[in-house]
């Protein structure tokens, strides 16, 4: 690097490193660091919308973290992957864009006493954000940078799952992110319908100004610790391919490394429970127990069908149906390979009630995750019910003082029993589904687990077995009121106790929204630079006035 000094740091290149980097250079011509652990360039599959689906048996762009054995999956310790690349999840998910529930965000404020965090208050961010190809006001935007589309096919088993759903009286529902979230439909994603790639957050966000002379970007660089003087962060320690050195932060310190290592690196720099630091021989520089608390992720159970035909997907990315899909899509851009192989789902509730608590995906060929096994992939469909909102609270602790060690995730799946519940229900719901024209036409047999596999026992003890992440971690730096002890930032994101640190991503949601989270991650970290100028802004003037002997002008009002 030419310089070692810059306005901001930012560590984490993921969806809200991306959002925060780019605008604080375009919009505010500030020197940026963006600091990123993985990998900068990608392969050019991940751009097609199926393309993510070759990585997904791959640890290529991915962390496998150290989960801790799960005691109430019977010593389970389910995968943990967290992206590590250049855009992060953005760069390698499934795309699919869910705001989640307004009451999810209102929640939020209600809890934070109305500090600017509901659902009305972030709504602009979402719609600043994207350019979507067909929906419009009140609900979304057409010209942001964000690309948002519905997917350039659907398969005969995804409108065949939104037919029966409708059957059972669920309503079909043409936009999940519009005024309410219930019913069944088709999910849009982060896909640029003229084009028919990937919008990751790179593309939106980070492209427009990557050639930008105040933007710096290093990545396969891991961030060590935070410098922190007199209780003030002033630059960042780091470990890249030419060996270890340290930049500074005239401004802040931003940190959008993730819900596993934004924790870890608080706690190597001194900040979290004493108890945990002093573990590692680590001297606390702020006490702040709630650091690596509160983990929150959805999870997924599934249910698995053979059919009687080809009604989706299986087999066409090998030989040459592979060939085949690949040359229709460069020359037409249609066919197979637009399509992210999850096209539907709906939002239920099996208790129900009115508000959602399940998302229930339709994959229309038989799949399981490579942390479940027991079923060879053919042709058919798995129906996976996610849980929204789960009651249980994990942990993310420091494995060792060692920078590189990976930190030690507790991720509590079913560690509370109402989420169990739940999910039982659910998973009965899905084999109604199956058994529901035309669904049923469609259908030869249930095989994962099977029709035998029918008591509330037997059910709960599939569901141990098999339940996996939903790659959806939130809420170990979590924000809060000045009385809550356990909140690790204030509601302007600022980390507790030291000066000059921010937290900008997943980490700081009190709860988990109900839905895939990469569009909160993406408002919450456009929000975040809103935050941020208006700070700066505020020390500026109150510095000028200090500087010519005025009082500050103290009816200005900045972005909250």
């Known amino acids: 690097m030419a310089s070692k000094r810059f306005d901001y740091i930012v560590v984490g290149g993921g969806s809200s490193g991306c959002v925060v980097a780019g605008r604080l250079v375009a919009e505010h011509d500030a020197r940026v660091l963006l600091v990123e652990a993985g990998p900068r360039r990608v392969s050019p599959i991940l751009a097609m919308p199926a393309g993510y ?14 989960v801790l ?55 602009p961010h979402f719609i600043r954000q994207e350019g979507n190809d067909h929906l419009g006001a009140p609900y979304h935007g057409v010209r942001g940078p964000l690309k948002v589309s519905h997917l350039g096919q659907h398969s005969a088993m995804s409108r065949a799952f939104v037919q029966a ?9 043409a936009d999940f992110n519009g005024a309410r979230q219930s019913g069944v439909g088709f999910m849009q994603h982060t896909i640029d319908w003229a084009t028919r790639r990937r ?8 492209q427009p100004v990557i050639s930008h002379p105040k933007l710096t970007v290093i990545t396969e660089t891991l961030a060590t610790g935070i410098r922190i003087e007199k209780s003030r962060a002033t630059g960042v320690d780091l470990l890249g391919p030419t060996g270890p050195e340290t930049v500074f932060a005239d401004a802040e310190v931003i940190l959008a490394a993730g819900t596993y290592m934004t924790p870890k690196l608080l706690m190597l720099s001194g900040i979290g429970p004493p108890d945990e630091l002093s573990r590692h021989g680590i001297r606390t520089c702020a006490d702040l127990p709630g650091v690596g608390q509160n983990l929150q992720d959805h999870h997924e159970v599934p249910v698995v069908a053979t059919t009687s035909g080809a009604f989706g997907y299986f087999g ?9 899909n690949g040359l229709q899509y460069m020359l037409f851009r249609s066919g197979a390979v637009t399509t992210t192989g999850v096209e539907a789902c709906a939002f239920i509730d099996p208790d129900g009630r009115e508000r959602p608590t399940i998302q229930l995906y339709c994959v229309p060929t038989v799949y399981l995750d490579r942390d479940v096994s027991g079923v060879e992939p053919t042709h058919g469909v798995t129906l996976n019910p996610c849980l929204l909102r789960p009651k249980a609270r994990g942990s993310v602790r420091l494995a060792s003082s060692d920078p590189a060690a990976l ?84 509601p302007e994101l600022a980390v507790r106790g030291i000066e000059g640190l921010r937290i900008v991503d997943a980490s700081i949601m009190p709860t988990i929204p ?31 006035a200090s500087s010519n002997h005025v009082s500050p002008i103290s009816d200005q009002v900045y972005p909250s």
């Open 316 to 324: 066409q990315d090998r030989g040459l149906a592979m060939l085949s």
């Open 69 to 123: 054995p799960q005691q109430q999956l019977g010593g389970r310790a389910p995968i943990v992957p967290q992206a590590k690349v250049l855009g992060g999840g953005s760069t390698v998910n499934a795309m699919v864009y869910i705001r989640g529930q307004a009451q999810d965000y209102d929640d939020w404020d209600e809890a934070l006493g109305g500090a600017g965090w509901s659902y009305k208050d972030l709504l």
């Open 199 to 206: 919008c990751s957050a790179v593309d939106a966000f980070l």
């Open 514 to 544: 109900s839905g895939n989270t990469n569009a909160s991650v993406l408002a919450i970290a456009d929000k975040a630079v809103d935050v941020i100028i208006g700070h700066a802004r505020m020390n500026r003037e109150t510095e000028y």
């Open 165 to 173: 759903m409708q059957e059972l009286g669920i309503p079909y529902n």
């Open 407 to 490: 930190p030690l995730v507790d991720p509590q799946f079913f560690g509370d029993p109402d989420d169990l519940r739940l999910t039982i229900g659910a998973l009965r719901y899905a084999r109604e589904v199956l058994a529901t024209e035309p669904v049923r036409g469609m259908v030869e047999r249930e095989i994962f687990p099977g029709k035998e596999v029918a008591s509330d026992e037997a059910i709960a003890a599939h569901c141990r077995k098999t339940v996996k992440t939903n790659y959806h971690p939130v809420g170990t730096c979590r924000m809060g009121r000045e009385s809550d002890p356990h909140a690790v930032v204030t």
């Open 53 to 66: 689906m070759k990585f997904l048996a791959r640890d290529t762009y991915l962390t496998m973290h150290h």
